[in-house]
């Protein structure tokens, strides 16, 4: 009897590691009373399984969004919200550009010219940026535009 039980125990703890790991690697976490929430400053799970599309069906253009999400997440999320929406009375929505927008627009910040009235707010964000973080953020920021389209 107790022999059978190990086993039973050890893959059950398994399971239970692997699974909150993998909630946490995803942005959500577990309440004290048991719930399961999202955590608000992680992308939501909507969109990683947007950018794991992206990676099925195109994969270079997957491993962009997936190194533009961890860009964004440290870079631009606190102002432009995790869901691209913007925020505030000063920053812009996200969430109606495309690849190619964003990647024009980080272009103009970047360069030290003016784009819209608010540039002095935006521009230090894009001024160290490569040509590769500014292609992986347009593609990241595409994604963000359909998670909400498909909302
Ligand atoms: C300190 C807050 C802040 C941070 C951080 C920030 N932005 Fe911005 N962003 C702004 C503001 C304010 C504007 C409006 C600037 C203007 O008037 O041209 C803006 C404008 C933009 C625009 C143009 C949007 C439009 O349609 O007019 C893009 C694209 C953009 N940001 C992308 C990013 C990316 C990508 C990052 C991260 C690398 C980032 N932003 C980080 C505040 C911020």
Known sequence: ???GRIPYALISGLVLVIGVSYGVSRGLY???????AEDPSQPTPATYAAVD??????PVRGARAQAGLE????????CHHRSGRG??????SLQHHTAESVVAILNI??????FGPMTDLMAPWARDLSQQEILSLGEYIEVLASVKALR
């Open 71 to 78: 860009i964004y997440r440290h870079r631009c999320r606190l």
């Open 30 to 36: 577990i309440l004290s009373d048991g719930k399961i």
């Open 109 to 114: 910040y970047r360069d030290g010219q003016k």
């Open 87 to 92: 925020g505030g009375k000063f920053t812009p």
């Open 1 to 3: 009897m107790a022999t």
């Open 53 to 58: 599309r992206l990676m099925e069906y195109d």
